[in-house]
């Protein structure tokens, strides 16, 4: 269950922030000027064409899943610490946390478009 939150939001990421480019500044701002937004980019050219590349790879010791948008990407480095707790009340940043919460491992790269994660099987204790 935890996994799929963590996809989730990363799903959600992809789409919202990459794919058409809505900064999460505007949502703590402004929320209903942040949906209209979405709305009118879901409709214009530039962004509806856009979209969320999705695979996942199974072995009995582990989970990988990648999630890539076709936007223009952001700079990692400059992401808020993500395992801050602080990040649990704020209006944005909780689906970067519950990311880093859920899985095992959380990587992006160079260009942050796209989004790798490793969920491992628990060791059985019998």
Do not use: W
Request: charged share 30%; glycine share 6%.
């Amino acid at each position: 269950m935890r996994a799929c939150v963590a996809i989730e939001e990363a799903l959600n990421n992809a789409a919202e922030h990459g794919n058409l480019e809505l900064d999460s500044a505007m949502r703590e701002e402004d929320f209903r000027k942040y949906v209209a937004t979405l709305k009118s980019r879901c409709h214009e050219p530039r962004y509806r064409d856009r979209r969320v590349h999705f695979q996942a790879h199974f072995s009995p010791t582990e989970s990988v899943f990648a999630i890539r948008d076709e936007g223009s990407g952001f700079d990692p480095g400059a992401l808020p610490d993500p395992t801050d707790k602080d990040r649990l009340v704020a209006a944005s940043g909780r689906g970067l946390t519950l990311m880093h919460a859920f899985m095992d491992e959380v990587q992006y790269n160079e260009t942050g478009n796209l989004v790798r994660m490793v969920k491992r099987r628990a060791q059985s204790t019998i």
